[in-house]
């Protein structure tokens, strides 16, 4: 069994590197589709990514329910590191998970499930953040709608294949619906609920 003292450490400097990754999150946010790098590393437990543990080290805290997939919730070890290093309550009820960590896209759960906000508050809906194979190679995706000049275009190698066409149902929901950020190693991509994306093939 894994102590305290043997997780993977969090920052080396919590102030600087929480302010960069933060950053670097809000630019991917304001500007859908575009590429972000999160340059602080962060110990990061089995599964998780470095650019994910950044995120998780920046934006959770004992106020933000947290929803794990099934991988991630067997984990104990993640679940300790989760816990000591942000404060986050693991919660089993994706309807009112603040955010929810998908270590792999093949065990996305339909997106109904998790929180959409409501008129009034929109913003009490789930971010959902999910680890990718790649965000600079695999099929071609264009990318409209609000903080994208025109078309943006992202190459991206992501499970589940039908991501995009499943987001299709915040066209409906809004000013309700998900928010997901896509991570791949250190680089980090947004896909706001109000970003349109149609997959043009290889």
């Known amino acids: 069994m894994t102590t305290i003292a043997e997780l993977p450490p969090g920052f080396a400097d919590k102030v600087l590197s929480a302010q960069s990754t933060f950053r670097s999150v809000m630019s991917a946010m304001a500007r859908p589709g575009s590429v972000q790098r999160i340059v602080p590393m962060a110990g990061a437990p089995?599964?998780?990514m470095r650019g994910t543990a950044a995120i998780a080290l920046t934006l959770f805290d004992h106020d933000t329910p947290l929803w794990l997939d099934a991988r991630m919730t067997e984990s104990s070890d993640m679940v300790k590191w989760l816990k000591f290093h942000t404060g986050a309550p693991v919660i089993q009820d994706s309807t009112i998970a603040s955010f929810a960590l998908v270590s792999d896209g093949a065990l996305l759960p339909p997106l109904e499930r998790f929180a959409l906000g409501t008129s009034e508050?929109?913003?009490?809906?789930?971010t959902v953040i999910i680890q990718v194979e790649s965000l600079d190679?695999?099929?071609s995706y264009e990318l409209r709608g609000p903080g994208i000049d025109g078309?943006?275009?992202l190459q991206a190698s992501i499970k589940p294949s039908e991501l995009f066409?499943?987001?299709?149902?915040?066209e409906t929901l809004f000013p309700r619906g998900v928010d997901v950020v896509l991570v791949a190693g250190d680089a980090v991509v947004?896909?706001?609920r109000?970003?349109?994306?149609?997959?043009k093939g290889s």
């Open 46 to 48: 089995g599964m998780m």
């Open 194 to 199: 109000t970003t349109r994306v149609v997959n």
């Open 190 to 192: 947004a896909i706001s």
């Open 121 to 126: 508050y929109p913003d009490r809906s789930t």
């Open 151 to 153: 078309v943006a275009t």
């Open 165 to 170: 066409e499943r987001l299709r149902f915040n």
């Open 137 to 139: 190679a695999g099929p």
